[in-house]
């Protein structure tokens, strides 16, 4: 079984527990009796050969048994939990937790809905709108900000779009004013993008870095051809070979981290799997900043 890194680690008294299939686990059909095994609690995600789809299927087909070593992987994957385990309540629980601490503030921005890229499943269409945050908005969203700030302990802020780089004035003005004051009042600060990564040069990058943008989060949905036909600029012209040297460039000088995030659906699923080799091969991994997930929300309305 192929393991990402960052899946959580088991409790110390595991070896006494009974274990059972994790409703959380979306499991997607590969060719060569291999399945593609994602959990969308832990997030996650590995290839299951026809050895591992077979233990998988005698555990739903049993409910519930003593935990052995042969499971180790699959519940440091989250894919099998602890019997006793009641999935949803933990979750509602951990939901509400975060929904209702005081002392943290999370905060997602998107400076411009304008977008350089004609991907045809995106929610916005093709004709996005070009408007970006003029003046009186930064103001206003500054204001904002530093007024729900006020006795927060931590503060996370996503910038998302459209394609945030499109307005990178905006995310410059806005993270200074955030960071200055979260750094003058004793505020834990962290920052975090979505973003296609046409634009994420070097320069673009160091300033991001300024702005505390630990992680950016890109798309890239398989091999080049396949890629280039579902995420290419709105002028037809593809976009792979550039997002590539882009995060080689800009994890090469530690500057940020990465996570791809692949859309997998049934008219791309061997070659998303293929780009693990690719970015294998162009050495990027979890040693320099990069991780992989996979999206199969458009698989799954499919199956179900």
């Known amino acids: 079984m192929s393991m990402p890194d960052g899946s959580f680690r088991t409790s110390t008294d595991q070896e006494a527990m009974n274990i059972k299939a994790s409703r959380y686990t979306i499991l997607?059909?590969?060719?060569?009796?291999?399945?593609?095994?994602?959990?969308?609690?832990?997030?996650?995600?590995?290839?299951?050969?026809?050895?591992?789809?077979?233990?998988?299927n005698d555990l739903e087909t049993t409910g519930s048994i003593p935990f052995s070593a042969i499971w180790r992987g699959f519940v440091q994957g989250g894919y099998v939990v602890n019997a006793a385990a009641e999935e949803i309540d933990t979750v509602r629980d951990n939901y509400n937790r975060?929904?209702?601490?005081?002392?943290?503030?999370?905060?997602?921005?998107?400076?411009?809905?304008?977008?350089?890229?004609?991907?045809?499943?995106?929610?916005?269409?093709?004709?996005?709108?070009?408007?970006?945050?003029?003046?009186?908005?930064?103001?206003?969203?500054?204001?904002?900000?530093?007024?729900?700030?006020?006795?927060?302990?931590?503060?996370?802020?996503?910038?998302?779009?459209?394609?945030?780089?499109?307005?990178?004035?905006?995310?410059?003005?806005v993270s200074a004013a955030a960071i200055e004051y979260c750094d003058t009042h004793g505020i834990k600060y962290s920052s975090m993008m979505i973003s296609?990564?046409?634009?994420?040069?070097?320069?673009?990058?160091?300033?991001?870095?300024?702005?505390?943008?630990?992680?950016?989060?890109?798309?890239?949905?398989?091999?080049?051809?396949?890629?280039?036909?579902?995420?290419?600029?709105?002028?037809?012209?593809?976009?792979?070979?550039?997002?590539?040297?882009?995060?080689?460039?800009?994890?090469?000088?530690?500057l940020l981290k990465v996570s791809v995030r692949v859309n997998i659906d049934g008219q791309n699923e061997a070659e998303a799997v293929a780009l693990l080799q690719i970015l294998q091969e162009a050495g990027l991994g979890v040693k320099n900043g990069v991780t992989v997930y996979f999206d199969t929300k458009s698989i799954c309305r499919d199956m179900f």
């Open 196 to 254: 296609n990564g046409y634009k994420m040069t070097v320069p673009v990058a160091e300033k991001l870095k300024a702005a505390r943008v630990a992680k950016v989060q890109i798309t890239i949905d398989g091999d080049e051809a396949t890629h280039d036909s579902r995420r290419h600029l709105t002028s037809g012209r593809g976009t792979f070979q550039k997002i590539i040297d882009n995060i080689k460039a800009v994890t090469e000088r530690k």
């Open 28 to 56: 997607v059909p590969l060719k060569g009796e291999r399945h593609l095994a994602y959990n969308t609690v832990s997030q996650s995600f590995s290839v299951w050969d026809a050895q591992d789809f077979a233990l998988w």
């Open 98 to 173: 975060a929904r209702h601490n005081d002392g943290h503030m999370m905060m997602t921005i998107a400076p411009t809905l304008s977008c350089n890229f004609g991907c045809h499943y995106c929610f916005q269409g093709v004709d996005k709108p070009l408007t970006r945050m003029t003046p009186k908005v930064r103001e206003a969203t500054k204001a904002y900000l530093l007024r729900e700030l006020e006795g927060r302990k931590s503060f996370h802020l996503t910038w998302y779009g459209g394609e945030p780089l499109m307005d990178m004035d905006s995310i410059w003005e």
